[in-house]
């Protein structure tokens, strides 16, 4: 079906950067349908990227009864739907994650509650 565009869109964005205390990142648990839509968390750059996995992501995720069994050296992750593979000691500024950046991961034989993904 074709779209027909009603002209250019000649705005600012209002969801810069700037307008945030941190870069806002976006963060999703593949295969784990409790959380229906990723997090948007204003991380600061800063944050070691094992730290937010082990640490400020026990927050987001930790609800969850598999959350404990994570093996974060297993963990699969994407950004931005391409397969990446982060730093865990570097930070996430390091590792190239900046403002509205989505990132999701899966973890290998972890697929829902009761495996209820599949």
């Not at 079906?1 to 648990?29: C, N, Q």
């Not at 969850?64 to 050296?73: N, S, V, Y």
């Not at 900046?98 to 829902?112: A, N, S």
Request: proline share 9%; hydrophobic share 45%; charged share 25%.
């Amino acid at each position: 079906m074709a779209v027909a565009a009603i002209g250019a869109y000649e705005f600012a964005p209002k969801d810069t950067a700037d307008k945030f205390p941190a870069p806002l990142l976006f963060f999703a648990w593949e295969d784990h349908k409790m959380f229906c839509a990723p997090f948007a968390v204003p991380f600061p750059p800063t944050l070691k990227f094992a730290d937010m996995c082990q640490g400020a992501f026990q927050g987001i995720f930790g609800a969850h009864p598999d959350f404990a069994r994570i093996d974060w050296d297993k963990a699969e992750w994407f950004k931005s739907g391409q397969p990446w593979k982060p730093d865990m000691d570097k930070s996430l500024a390091d590792n190239g994650l900046g403002h509205k950046d989505v990132i999701r991961f899966r973890t290998p034989g972890l697929t829902g509650l009761k495996g209820s993904a599949f």
